[in-house]
């Protein structure tokens, strides 16, 4: 990497969180345990850097994120986790478990209680799920197992999703179906 791209880089990264601060503060508005959750997770990824290992001075702020937010609080959303897009959205959400593998898109809104895993074994894992942009999971709801959430979807409270979600598409019960809403169905068929 040249001198010009290594001063550069820092610069960069501080406006690329801040932008996406201001988007996750706008969407937790009036949430307070949302905004403080969501703020020390970008910080702690900062922190972390990319890369499999985090940097050893980066040690100090991931045990302080454990510490307060999955200890105290009960929310697992890990500093490992590959960046949610901007707008992530946590409403009520003590009992968050979110899988270190899953991929999330922008502006995705979790209720309380929601688990974003992996199927099959723990010594045989299926893979965690991609959940696209501009979904939101209702509360008590689990998405296991490789699959991908498509933009736009409604995952219902409750459901328990195994299965693909085309984009834009409801899922409701235990294993979930989904369905299209009327807008959607049309444009499904026009668009895909």
């Not at 791209?5 to 949430?31: F, K």
């Not at 696209?132 to 008590?140: L, R």
Request: positive net charge; aromatic residues 6%.
């Amino acid at each position: 990497m040249q001198p010009v791209q290594q001063r550069l880089m820092p610069h960069y990264c501080a406006m690329s969180i801040r932008a996406t601060l201001r988007e996750d503060w706008h969407v937790n508005r009036g949430d307070g345990r949302g905004i403080f959750v969501v703020t020390a997770f970008r910080f702690a990824q900062a922190a972390r850097g990319a890369g499999a290992h985090p940097r050893l001075a980066a040690l100090p702020v991931g045990v302080a994120y454990k510490l307060i937010v999955s200890w105290l609080l009960g929310i697992d959303l890990p500093w490992s986790l590959p960046a949610p897009g901007p707008g992530l959205q946590l409403q009520h959400c003590v009992g968050l478990v979110v899988h270190k593998d899953a991929v999330i898109g922008r502006h995705v809104a979790f209720k309380q209680g929601v688990t974003i895993g992996i199927s099959g074994s723990t010594t045989r894992p299926d893979g965690a799920p991609t959940i696209g942009n501009d979904v939101v999971v209702g509360s008590g709801a689990q998405i296991l197992g490789r699959i991908t959430i498509g933009d736009n979807a409604v995952i219902g409270a409750g459901a328990i999703v195994l299965r693909p979600v085309p984009r834009g598409a409801v899922a409701v019960g235990n294993p979930a179906r989904h369905f299209f809403r009327r807008a959607e169905r049309a444009h499904s068929k026009v668009g895909d």
